[in-house]
């Protein structure tokens, strides 16, 4: 899709720098702040009310929940510290 909305822009210089370098600048921000909003709107409404949800219906509480999250986030850095090592050699 980005090819194509770049490829339709014409080829003007607008202050030294391609409209095709600037179209692209342009809808990566657009696509980067579009996510972030709606990341935002997910988390305020809908994600609060999915998480009580499961965690009730699955019988895990909250806290255990929260833990269960941490000791995967400290797994995931175990093997990637593991795994650059086995990169770099």
């Known amino acids: 899709m980005y090819a194509l909305l770049i490829g339709a822009s014409s080829r003007n210089a607008v202050l030294e720098y391609s409209t095709c370098g600037l179209v692209l600048f342009t809808l ?12 935002f709107v997910l988390k305020k409404v809908v ?8 965690c009730s219906s699955c019988g895990i509480p909250a806290a255990r929940l929260s833990n269960l999250l941490l000791g995967l986030w400290e797994r995931v850095r175990i093997f990637s510290a593991a795994s650059a090592r086995s990169s770099s050699r």
């Open 47 to 54: 994600m609060r009310a999915a998480i009580s949800r499961c």
């Open 28 to 39: 990566y921000c657009t696509g980067v702040f579009s996510a972030m909003a709606v990341a």
